[in-house]
DNA sequence: TAGATTGTTAATCGATTAACAATC
DNA sequence: TAGATTGTTAATCGATTAACAATC
């Protein structure tokens, strides 16, 4: 096979994690109607280099052109399809307190490739709510739900506290990823769930040492 | 000088960004009165190697002892003061919708090594509110206020169309740092403005890559 | 003392940057 | 065509890993 066919080589986690940031200028290029930019006006909204904008790029295929540059529209669809985005896959939100119901009520998941089917909680107030048309089922109900409507991530927004061993279930429940808000790290080794980390105490933390 | 008297090497933004990771964990074992701790112990508990422990920790100094490992509180206590946690600083939330109230309910700003002082809103129905004992002010006051506490930090967590060029008049302010988690990238070279983002749109789009 | 584990230097690996021929 | 800019290979840089003498 000897690495020609298809991709070129690997795309590294730090090329994945420029995507959506390419992606993001690029719509609101778009939106401005701009029709061509060059790798070197890229880099240089985006505090990149040119070389790297194009090395990147060409992790996944030639979408420029020599003298020309990269179609706008056609380099953010490109991107797009890449991520993911052109598909949208099925999500929940377990624990719909106050971060939980401001995700479901301001964050766009259509936009990230994602549709919000519900959400589950244990609270008896919050059972039953509806947050921007999504509806608050009580948590036993989420075994039942997954196995009808097999969606594909969970969004974690419950306290610490309450994680326990969810993350083993929902592997078994077969969701393939997780967004997790919940203060602690998860790293598995043993499942194929995907596990993004979100932690805002980190990025907290490492701004304190900055602006010492 | 020759780069001896003192700190070692300066620290990457790789090692910065781990620290908080160590100081968790570290909290972590306090709590569970465990007494040392080896940087293979260390490592194998945060998806690490031992040798990127040892290296991570020689930045700062030589805190472990041959044959012995780190006392884990003393540890953790040096990683703090590193980061800076045992000192706090002021800040304020500048939005007081969903996501800034959640945060204000729930989120540990001491732990970080801040101390939340004030919320500014335009909205005449959040004005006046009190959440988790700070007081939401009109946004006019944000000036006057700033002049008078001299915050350090500004938590933005304002809608996308209202940013505007506020970063700019935070910087005119004082303000050292910006922890923003408006869904627009602030990247500023030419104050001293430190600005961590928080973007939840890239995190959900990089495991969307990786559920694909 | 013998065993364990650090601090640190050297080797490796991977990611970023530079350079340039290809070509639109 | 001449100028611009890509795709891609080579060079550089930085971060991670390995190795080991120092030493508790």
Known sequence: MDEKNGEKRKPSN?????????????????????????SHELAAALGFTASQVRQDLNCFGGFGQQGYGY???????????????????????IGAGNLGRALLGNFDFQDCGFVMLAAFDINEKIIGQEING?????????????????????????????????????????YSGVWNFTNRDIHLSNTTLEVENVHFADSLMALRYRVK
Chains 1, 2 share one sequence.
Request: hydrophobic share 45%; charged share 25%; proline share 6%.
């Open 14 to 38: 730090a090329v994945i994690r420029r995507l959506p940031k390419y992606y993001r200028y690029l719509q609101e290029l778009v939106a401005r109607e701009t029709m061509r930019i060059s």
């Open 71 to 93: 179609n706008v529209a056609n380099l953010r669809d490109e991107i797009a399809s890449i991520l993911g985005l052109d598909d949208r896959q099925g999500a929940v939100l």
């Open 134 to 174: 999504i509806s608050v089922f009580p948590m036993e109900m989420l075994d039942d739900y997954s196995k009808r409507y097999h969606p594909a991530v969970a969004v974690l927004t419950l306290p610490p506290s309450a994680v326990g061993d969810i993350v083993d279930h929902l592997s078994e429940l077969g």
